[in-house]
């Protein structure tokens, strides 16, 4: 499955911004979907992610209750719905795919779940 992430921009702090990854090459349907992130020095970590048919979700402590994840799979995308944003937010965003594995994998052991990557976009957050 090959993901194309899209929607990353410049956007004041407090505000909102959606982010889209579209696959192709595969139904998104069979595979966890999660999105993750690298701000400028560090390692990249873990955001956010949803089951196949988006029953349970999972976030990291830093975004939950500001940020949302979706899917619709009839469209094979995934959403990140961010609100409140805050300039610590700032960093490249990837969205990721886990085939045989959950949410909560996902983001507990990215490194033994995620099959494929797409590309990054980039969400800039201005104080």
């Known amino acids: 499955v090959q993901l194309q992430a899209s929607g990353g921009g410049l956007v004041q702090a407090g505000g909102s911004l959606r982010l889209s990854c579209t696959a192709s090459?595969?139904?998104?349907?069979?595979?966890?979907m999660a999105w993750f992130r690298q701000a400028p020095g560090k390692e990249r970590e873990f955001v956010a992610a949803i089951s196949r048919a988006a029953i349970s979700t999972y976030y990291s402590d830093s975004v939950k209750g500001r940020f949302t994840i979706s899917r619709d799979n009839a469209k094979n995308t995934v959403y990140l719905q961010m609100s409140s944003l805050k300039p610590e937010d700032t960093a490249v965003y990837y969205c990721?795919?886990?085939?045989?594995?959950?949410?909560?994998?996902?983001?507990?052991?990215?490194?033994?779940?995620?099959?494929?990557w797409g590309q990054g976009t980039l969400v800039t957050v201005s104080s």
């Open positions: 090459g595969g139904y998104s349907s069979n595979y966890v």
């Open positions: 990721a795919a886990g085939f045989r594995t959950t949410a909560q994998a996902m983001g507990i052991r990215p490194h033994d779940a995620v099959d494929a």
